[in-house]
């Protein structure tokens, strides 16, 4: 899809406007920076997260497509998965720098870990369950139920302990404590990397597909 | 090279960006490439 390509413009843009065009912040200063590059990707992670919830619903609850359905929530899950490791990575790239150690045992450091545990767990067992017949039935309650935990390790848990982690983008006072220019970057770099997951979650898919296709034909893979 | 970090650190991420760019657009021809070889009756 044309939509999607649109990545091979927009992200060289999106990383000019982080680096050279979105001014500094008052106390932070160059290593704000981040910002562009850890908002997105954890805003992606939860995007695929819900992805993979919503198509394991739909695995259960339709007829048609099922097969289909299955790879298509487990290539979601295993898609936020990757995002959720760069969310850390680049999060603890930025507690070093503002917070001065790379790992605090903060609320929202943590729960995001537990949330990484509760993704590993599900891929962890979709590849157990192979052989299973119900394979795509199991791991998609797994996966609805993980959905449901979600939004209590990022929204919730964070906001009852207190934290030192900065204001989120979604938060209570529901206004976003940024410069015009430093907004403006942030949500074009949120749309980009939203554009960069469907362009991978659809070529994912693609390549599962062409998998079942092979294996219909018997080709051994 | 420049003296300004932040120029360095751009053209860092920029060649990472136009590395995994290349891999995901080649990994796209190919795929469309073995879906056109499949499809075919």
């Known amino acids: 899809m044309v939509l999607y390509r649109l990545i091979f413009i927009f992200m060289p843009v999106v990383i000019y406007m982080a680096f050279m065009w979105a001014p500094p912040a008052a106390i932070l200063g160059d290593a704000s920076r981040i910002l562009y590059f850890h908002v997105p990707v954890a805003w992606v992670s939860v995007v695929a997260f819900i992805v993979s919830g919503v198509q394991s619903i739909l695995f259960l609850v339709t007829e048609n497509r099922r097969r289909e359905r299955e790879y298509m929530a487990y290539n979601s899950a295993a898609a936020g998965m990757v995002f959720t490791i760069l969310t850390v990575i680049t999060g603890s790239i930025w507690a070093k720098l503002s917070w001065g150690s790379y790992w605090n045992w903060d609320p929202r450091e943590t729960s995001i870990v537990v949330l990484m545990l509760i993704y590993i767990a599900y891929l962890s067992l979709y590849s157990s369950l192979k052989e299973h017949p119900n394979r795509g039935g199991i791991s998609s309650v797994y996966l609805i139920i993980a959905m449901i935990t979600m939004p209590f390790f990022i929204f919730i848990i964070p906001r009852i302990y207190s934290s030192l982690h900065p204001d989120t983008i979604i938060n209570q006072e529901g206004k976003i404590h940024l410069e015009p220019a430093m907004r403006i970057t942030l949500f074009s770099s949120i749309v980009t990397f939203t554009l960069l997951y469907g362009y991978i979650y659809r070529l994912m898919n693609r390549i599962s597909r062409l998998e079942i296709k092979a294996e219909e034909k018997h080709y051994d893979i | ?41």
């Open chain 2, 1 to 41: 090279m420049t003296s300004n970090p932040l120029m360095t650190l751009m053209a860092v991420v920029m060649i990472i960006w136009f590395g995994l760019a290349l891999f995901l657009y080649r990994l796209d021809r190919k795929v469309s490439k073995i879906e056109g070889v499949i499809h075919e009756p």
